[in-house]
């Protein structure tokens, strides 16, 4: 099959018979609920711009593993060129939909469980490459989404995975079978679950052999039986679900969830498992998928960040203060930070080297950096935003005041601002502003950027592991003239 349309993709989905849960209700369909839709249409993105010829180049490649065409999503990156290429897909996704458009998880997992799966199978002859490459070909051929699943619940974060008081807190083998595997447990956070095709488990933190039935990757159908999909709740998100409320929504077209992931005994056949006891391997899995994660982030939030410093700009433009020499220094601000995000994305790209397997990997030293500024630089895009678009963006008016017939009149009259614009154009910039700050987006731009591939502790870990201090010591030493 070539490439899916965006109609396609939709229909695909609506074809699945997932259990999804949303405020406290089993949903009918990812496609129609006005909760979910938003971020089915991110994902969408992914398809529609892989069809336009100005993308094609950033959006399509040549798989490795067929020669045939493929959406870039579901690569193996071949070289620095392809990894910068990422970056860029992502921060133009970004530009595009102001949102998490949620199908790089599935792309970083690719990447991780290839290398990671060639070395196991290297070491202990098994057979998870080839389980690996027979999956990654049927979605590269059927052009499809796949949700990268890696966060356990964890319980009490002081405690092993099989010393916590619920052994299920940490997803588990609970049966091995001629077959295949019985699985238990959760997944957190899961960005874009309910927009995909098929789910890849992988282990969340590094194993010890005592671990072993916690050190367990495969993918399954996300409408295999057993698997649950509760639906976490955003700030503002119910907007979507009122009448006359496009305005108050800011980003009407687009958005993204996450859901709260829970596998009640599934079944993974043989052919689909890719690690399954070999506990020293979970961390070279975690460590490589987080890597590419932190690198996407350079891309993603550099992208979205474009969106909000263009809006914060027009909100100064609307208010007749662009002239206001201070508001420009905030605006040159916004984008020095936010070219630094994607000049740390770009580098740990091209510093990338080729793994045994023959796809490549970022500098991990580098895209950990990457992803500790996006801890921080977003908050402060973010603070800047709201001091340029003011305090109108969180005590302005709703649609229904606008059109009110006794005040839509007086509110459009006193809320206008440079004559020459459009007083509703003026609130549509606000609420988006709001939208990515405070509301939906905000979960995708804002807290995202804090724990999204790893809390900044975690990023620390890595910059202390692979910063190389005894060498900087050495190089010292050299200089002062100190005799080892
Ligand atoms: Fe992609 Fe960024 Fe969303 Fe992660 S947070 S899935 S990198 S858009
Ligand atoms: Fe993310």
């Given at each position: 099959m070539a490439l899916m349309t965006g109609e396609q993709y939709v229909e695909s989905i609506r074809k699945m018979k997932m259990n999804i849960y949303v405020l406290g209700e089993k949903v009918e369909s990812a496609v129609t609920n006005p909760i979910l839709r938003p971020s089915l249409n991110s994902v969408k993105a992914?398809?529609?711009?892989?069809?336009?010829?100005?993308?094609?180049?950033?959006?399509?490649?040549?798989?490795?593993?067929?020669?045939?065409?493929?959406?870039?999503?579901?690569?193996?990156?071949?070289?620095?060129?392809?990894?910068?290429?990422k970056v860029k897909m992502q921060r133009l996704m970004g530009q595009k939909t102001a949102s998490c458009f949620q199908r790089c998880v599935g792309m970083d997992a690719f990447n991780a469980t290839f290398s990671t799966t060639f070395e196991i199978d290297k070491q202990y002859n098994t057979d998870y490459h080839g389980n690996f490459k027979k999956f990654l070909e049927y979605v590269q051929e059927n052009d499809l989404v796949v949700d990268g699943a890696m966060t356990d619940p964890k319980g009490d974060r002081g405690l092993a995975p099989s010393k916590q008081a619920d052994p299920d807190l940490y997803l588990r083998v609970v049966e091995r079978r001629p077959d295949g595997i019985v699985v238990r447990g959760a997944k957190a956070h899961q960005t874009g679950i309910c927009n995909s095709h098929e789910v890849l488990v992988m282990p969340t933190i590094a194993m010890r052999?005592?671990?072993?039935?916690?050190?367990?990757?495969?993918?399954?159908?996300?409408?295999?039986?057993?698997?649950?999909?509760?639906?976490?709740?955003?700030?503002?998100?119910?907007?979507?679900?009122?009448k006359n409320a496009d305005l108050d929504v800011g980003n009407k077209n687009f958005g993204g969830v996450e859901a709260l992931t829970i596998f009640n005994d599934v079944f993974v056949p043989n052919d689909r498992i890719f690690l399954n006891g070999e506990a020293e391997y979970a961390g070279m899995l975690v460590e490589r998928f987080a890597g590419y994660h932190r690198q996407s982030?350079?891309?993603?939030?550099?992208?979205?960040?474009?969106?909000?410093?263009?809006?914060?700009?027009?909100?100064?433009?609307?208010?007749?203060?662009?002239?206001?020499?201070h508001l420009k220094d905030k605006l040159i601000e916004m984008m020095h930070l936010n070219e630094t995000l994607y000049a740390c994305g770009i580098a740990c790209s091209a510093e990338g080297t080729a793994t045994e397997a023959g796809n490549y990997m970022i500098d991990l030293l580098l895209a950990n950096v990457c992803k500790q500024n996006v801890t921080r630089f977003p908050y402060e895009i973010t603070r800047l935003a709201e001091d340029i678009a003011g305090g109108?963006?969180?005590?302005?008016?709703?649609?229904?005041?606008?059109?009110?017939?006794?005040?839509?009149?007086?509110?459009?009259?006193?809320?206008?601002?440079?004559?020459s614009v459009p007083v509703m154009d003026r609130m549509k910039i606000l609420r988006l502003i709001e939208n990515m700050t405070l509301g939906t987006a905000a979960v995708g731009y804002r807290t995202e950027s804090m724990?999204?591939?790893?809390?900044?502790?975690?990023?620390?870990?890595?910059?202390?592991r692979q910063g190389n201090l005894g060498y900087k010591k050495q190089l010292a030493k050299a200089i002062a003239g100190i005799e080892d």
């Open positions: 992914t398809y529609d711009l892989a069809q336009m010829p100005e993308y094609e180049d950033l959006m399509t490649t040549t798989s490795s593993l067929t020669g045939k065409k493929i959406n870039r999503f579901s690569h193996l990156h071949q070289s620095t060129g392809d990894l910068i290429k052999p005592e671990d072993k039935d916690y050190a367990v990757a495969f993918a399954v159908p996300v409408d295999t039986e057993g698997i649950v999909m509760v639906v976490g709740r955003q700030s503002c998100d119910t907007r979507k679900m009122e982030y350079g891309g993603c939030k550099v992208g979205v960040g474009d969106v909000l410093i263009g809006a914060a700009a027009l909100a100064a433009d609307y208010n007749g203060a662009n002239k206001a020499s109108l963006m969180v005590t302005m008016p709703s649609q229904k005041d606008f059109e009110n017939p006794e005040v839509g009149d007086l509110v459009k009259k006193y809320l206008v601002g440079v004559e724990h999204g591939a790893g809390s900044p502790q975690a990023q620390r870990i890595m910059i202390q």
